[in-house]
């Protein structure tokens, strides 16, 4: 079974940035599109953003022209630049990813603390 392994939360001021990035837990052939999630204290999990493997991407309008998704197909890496960031972005962040006929996969997600 591929679990994806997420690195790169942490605690920030307003204002800084974090990257965060993801990588499955062992080789796998392919990956269709990969993205990220949150989940704040008390609420669902709604979508950050998605890239597909030609490198289509889609933002939540809370993010766009702060945050950039990008991967590396060749390492089957998703990353998530966070710019900007904001108290409102204190989050628990997972990533995501389609593996086509197996399915879908997260990862164990990581923390994310915008101090204000």
């Known amino acids: 079974q591929v679990h994806l392994v997420e690195s790169g939360g942490g605690l920030v001021q307003t204002g800084g940035s974090l990257r965060l990035s993801c990588a499955p837990s062992?080789?796998?052939?392919?990956?269709?599109?990969m993205g990220w999630y949150r989940q704040a204290p008390g609420k669902q999990r709604e979508l950050v953003a998605l890239?597909?493997?030609?490198?289509?991407?889609n933002y939540a309008d809370s993010v766009k022209g702060r945050f950039t998704i990008s991967r590396d197909n060749a390492k089957n890496t998703v990353y998530l630049q966070m710019n900007s960031l904001k108290p409102e972005d204190t989050a628990v962040y997972y990533c995501?990813?389609?593996?086509?006929?197996?399915?879908?996969?997260w990862g164990q997600g990581t923390q994310v603390t915008v101090s204000s």
């Open positions: 995501n990813a389609d593996l086509g006929a197996i399915g879908s996969t």
């Open positions: 062992r080789s796998i052939f392919s990956i269709n599109t």
């Open positions: 890239i597909t493997v030609g490198g289509f991407t």
